[in-house]
């Protein structure tokens, strides 16, 4: 399972980066926020699903409060590179928008792994849920600001994602959306399960006490 986990993530990585970079029109929000969607809800829980729990896995010596921790800095990247500024400067250049990609993956992925490890630790409370539905809070916010904002944030010019044509305002709007479908379902999705995981480890931690 875990061989299929690290499997479907390489190729998943593979073709968003190539994507990214080589596919998309670095003007289309949209198809940046595709990306963004793709690298920290689906590629990072598969590269946490692959880890965690083997010798590679750093979180297993992670105090249980590492994950809000982890939450919050996913928070910053997240916001920061959807800076206005920033998000120009990502466009003009292949080697930022590179530096952008890893960063998402990186903070990503040590946030799923922190999660899901304080999820199969009965003493590490629910940090690893909250930190997950905290995230699903910001994300869900962002999307709302770029969905309903009244005028184009980044760029007034038309652009084209996958051979659409999308003015300024509906590119936005498109990206929004996918982060509100996406990130913020995800995530929740995320911090429930991470709930029952914790909530087995707790009834398997008693029952295994009293057979002692």
């Not at 206005?84 to 590179?98: C, K, V």
Request: charged letters at 10%; glycine letters at 10%; hydrophobic letters at 55%.
């Amino acid at each position: 399972m875990r061989w299929a986990f690290l499997i479907a993530m390489m190729a998943l990585l593979v073709t968003t980066v190539w994507t990214s970079l080589l596919v998309f029109d670095p003007r289309a929000f949209s198809g940046h926020m595709g990306t963004h969607m793709a690298l920290v809800a689906v590629i990072a829980p598969l590269a946490a699903l692959a880890i965690s729990g083997t010798r590679w896995d750093p979180s297993r010596s992670w105090h249980p409060g590492t994950a809000l921790l982890l939450s919050f800095v996913e928070f910053v990247v997240v916001w920061t590179w959807h800076v206005p500024a920033i998000r120009e400067l990502a466009e003009s250049s292949a080697a930022i928008r590179f530096l952008e990609l890893v960063t998402f993956l990186i903070s990503g992925s040590l946030l799923w792994l922190a999660c899901i490890g304080a999820g199969r630790k009965a003493d590490a409370g629910l940090g690893g849920a909250v930190a997950l539905l905290l995230t699903s809070m910001h994300m869900t916010l962002l999307g709302v600001l770029l969905t309903m904002a009244p005028r184009p944030l980044y760029g007034a010019e038309d652009v084209t994602c996958l051979g659409v044509s999308l003015t300024a305002s509906q590119d936005q709007q498109l990206g929004g959306i996918v982060m509100l479908i996406v990130g913020a379902v995800v995530y929740l999705a995320g911090g429930v399960g991470t709930v029952a995981m914790y909530l087995s480890a707790a009834v398997v931690q008693p029952n295994e006490g009293q057979r002692r």
